[in-house]
């Protein structure tokens, strides 16, 4: 059964860092692409950060470029996000999604929702003093 499973969120104070952790059927890990997502209270879901099945390479969204970083360990089938410098604007349910590709290739042409075929249940991060 393919599964997704989000952990890591919290309530955090503005400036620190969390990492985020999303752990993946083996037969998703192994081959396929796994994208990170956030949906802020009020807004649509928006994409976070990519890595590639195929060769590893990692994408960021504009605005998470410089204190995101995305990273998989394979032999814990698990994806990371650090999220270095908390804002309150990262605020938001982080979810992880598959689209059963190798690339990152929806995820850059703007990671539309539907095009996602399984997702976890997401972790909330609050960022609040």
């Known amino acids: 059964q393919v599964q997704l499973v989000e952990s890591g969120g919290g309530l955090v104070q503005p400036g620190t860092s969390l990492t985020l952790s999303c752990t993946v059927s083996?037969?998703?890990?192994?081959?396929?692409?796994i994208a990170w997502f956030r949906q802020a209270p009020g807004k649509e879901r928006e994409t976070v950060s990519c890595i590639a099945g195929s060769d590893g390479s990692t994408y960021y969204a504009n605005a998470a470029k410089g204190r995101f970083t995305i990273s998989r360990d394979n032999a814990k089938n698990t994806v990371h996000l650090q999220i270095h410098s908390l804002k309150p604007e990262d605020t938001g349910v982080y979810l992880c999604a598959s689209d059963r590709s190798w690339t990152c290739t929806n995820f850059l042409r703007g990671g539309h929702v539907s095009e996602y075929e399984y997702w976890g249940q997401g972790t909330q991060v609050t960022v609040s003093t």
């Open positions: 083996e037969e998703l890990l192994d081959f396929y692409s």
